[in-house]
């Protein structure tokens, strides 16, 4: 900056003003002055007026969805559920009738209950209906799986709607129940990372009370049957299969079928190693057996089920799909967020960890399009941990927002379902426990089922920009999901929106609604943790208050917090959220 004055050839005396140009270079020195003490300290930026330094000011974000038409369509029963088998093995098969289990099975229907799991192709039916008795002797293990003929009469009860079988446990069953489960648990855990599995017995009356669970919860249950069995050319060997399809059939139970499970495993669980292009031809053979069957010859048949796709699961999807894409109603794999045991709350919140997953969709959308453009796929036995996850973490609150994620991700990118592993089982991954007491994990499954509809839509958000520098990844801890209401539920009309929203910034978040959402009334349903272990909490509060089971062992009215139109949404810190948009009259939402 250059300044410019012009000095009188003579010196003014001593009495004499200063000339008229000093003025502005004595400001200029003083702003030098002052830019120069600033820098020393590393404030460069100049302090507002309006508010005490260091406060940092709050970004408004302004959100509108996209409302005439949705951008995908997923299936009615998009969240659904998995039963491991090794609910045979540690006896919680026997109980699968309780009245409360039952309930809350029913509060996530419609949905898939897939039987399936690492112990899927070890499973061996026998026709056999009460092989327990032969054994003689009156101890525990008698009763526990005896259960319908030697507690007392009035305990089972029938189900009016459907004829269903529904128990009420005496607490000393469940006791012994729960102690004989603890032992096994230990030894299942063994046989997992040591990869030597025992085989597991099906019986007919064990497949009576699964089917019985499912029908009664309204769900439909998906079997998964032993791929493993195989003759001396590596063909399966389908003699134990066709023996449960014929005792299925006798009995009207409506199934559909898939075959084995993490196939890309089986040399190292079982040394035997079968190629994509075998299993396609097992699965050819599978519903050749179906299709005489009269109430199978259309049965849904899923697969390969294959396990997370590296390079050699993509080769062996690959051939399976050349052989066999079309012989499946949608291709099947699964997916494992943490390969070991979680050792702190925060891993849950990475959001690194919460976007492996959108690669891997890609990964198997391109196979699967190369051979069947359009073929739906399912996302089955979606775990957060493996080795049955880690107490106190992998069954928190914390962990919800994988679950959460996952849920908004897959929709967003055209999967049709996703089957969560598991409703009840071993471990800490599922969501409801040993005590029959429903986990953080399974109250966001309810929460979404009562809210959100199949149909999903664009969200358009303005305020979260942020310039990306070189080598960074900019990953969003906001994160924000949009459906249209779900039609069966009778409180919301037509044409409502449901947001969910997970916050996983340490500070709160504003958003004000805009274009087609502006001035419309919201529900909102906030889940916080409930207790004094925060993140690490297996309870969790809805609006504020505690959610429990009723004493009568029904399931709690889920109250939303009305807002007052046109009011921001205040999105508390690492929370999650649903917020219904009352009466938007949503084009892409009136018609199912």
């Known amino acids: 900056m250059r300044v410019l004055c012009a000095f009188p050839e003579a010196m003014p005396s001593s009495n004499s003003r200063p000339p008229a140009c000093l003025a502005p270079v004595a400001f200029f020195l003083a702003l030098l002055l002052h830019l120069s003490l600033s820098s020393q300290?590393?404030?460069?930026?100049?302090?507002p007026v309006d508010r005490a330094p260091g406060l940092k000011e709050k970004t408004l974000i302004l959100l509108d969805v996209s409302t005439k038409n949705p951008v995908r369509t997923v299936n009615e029963n998009f969240l659904s559920l998995q039963?491991?088998?090794?609910?045979?093995?540690?006896?919680?098969?026997?109980?699968?009738?309780?009245?409360?289990?039952?309930?809350?099975?029913?509060?996530?229907?419609?949905?898939f209950l897939r039987f399936g799991g690492r112990r899927t192709d070890f499973l061996q039916f026998q026709?056999?209906?009460?092989?327990?008795?032969?054994?003689?002797?009156?101890?525990?293990?008698?009763?526990?799986?005896?259960?319908?003929?030697?507690?007392?009469?009035?305990?089972?009860?029938?189900d009016k709607q459907k004829g269903c079988k529904i128990a009420q446990h005496p607490d000393v069953m469940l006791e012994l129940q729960r102690e004989k489960a603890a032992q096994m648990h230990l030894v299942l855990l063994k046989e997992q990372f040591s990869n030597t599995y025992s085989n597991l017995i099906l019986t007919a009356r064990s497949l009576d009370k699964l089917y019985n669970f499912a029908d009664c919860s309204g769900l439909h249950l998906i079997f998964a049957l032993n791929a493993l069995r195989r003759n001396p050319n590596n063909s399966w060997n389908s003699s134990s299969a066709l023996s449960l399809l014929k005792y299925s059939a006798s009995k009207k139970y409506n199934i559909s079928w898939e075959l084995g499970n993490e196939p890309n495993n089986y040399r190292t669980m079982h040394g035997r190693a079968v190629n994509g292009s075998q299993l396609g031809k097992d699965y050819i053979q599978l519903k050749s057996l179906l299709q005489p069957i009269r109430i199978y010859s259309r049965a849904s048949l899923y697969g390969p089920n294959i396990g997370r796709p590296r390079k050699n699961v993509i080769a062996l999807l690959d051939g399976f799909m050349k052989v066999a894409g079309s012989t499946v109603d949608a291709v099947t794999w699964q997916h494992c967020y943490i390969d070991g045991r979680v050792v702190k709350v925060m891993d849950f919140l990475k959001t690194r960890l919460l976007d492996t997953l959108s690669d891997q969709i890609r990964k198997i959308q391109k196979v699967v399009n190369t051979y069947t453009p359009g073929k739906k796929i399912w996302l089955e036995g979606v775990v957060t941990t493996s080795a049955g996850g880690t107490n106190n973490l992998s069954d928190s609150y914390a962990a919800g927002f994988l679950w959460l994620n996952t849920l908004g991700m897959l929709a967003n990118q055209g999967i049709d379902v996703v089957i969560r592993h598991s409703f009840f089982d071993h471990g800490y991954n599922h969501l409801v426990d040993q005590n029959f007491n429903p986990l953080p994990d399974y109250w966001l499954s309810l929460l979404y089922k009562r809210l959100i509809g199949p149909k999903v839509l664009a969200v358009h958000v303005a305020g979260l920009q942020r310039k990306p520098r070189p080598g960074r990844v900019i990953r969003d801890k906001l994160r924000i999901y949009a459906h249209c209401t779900n039609h069966r539920n009778h409180n919301y009309v037509r044409g409502s929106i449901t947001l969910f929203i997970i916050n996983l910034h340490r500070s709160r978040k504003k958003i004000k609604l805009a274009g087609t959402l502006r001035d419309k009334l919201v529900h909102q349903y906030l889940l916080q943790p409930y207790g004094q272990e925060g993140l690490k909490s297996k309870s969790v509060q809805l609006n504020g208050q505690p959610l429990v089971m009723v004493d009568d062992g029904t399931l709690p009215e889920l109250k939303p917090r009305p807002l007052r139109a046109g009011r921001t949404l205040v999105i508390p810190p690492v929370t999650m959220g649903f917020y219904v948009v009352k009466n938007v009259n949503a084009l892409a939402c009136r018609y199912r």
């Open 41 to 47: 300290v590393g404030d460069r930026r100049p302090l």
């Open 83 to 111: 039963l491991d088998p090794s609910i045979i093995h540690d006896g919680w098969l026997d109980f699968l009738s309780s009245r409360r289990l039952v309930t809350l099975a029913r509060g996530l229907s419609p949905a």
């Open 127 to 158: 026709n056999l209906r009460n092989p327990a008795k032969s054994r003689g002797g009156p101890g525990p293990d008698y009763y526990l799986k005896n259960y319908e003929d030697d507690i007392v009469r009035s305990d089972v009860a029938l």
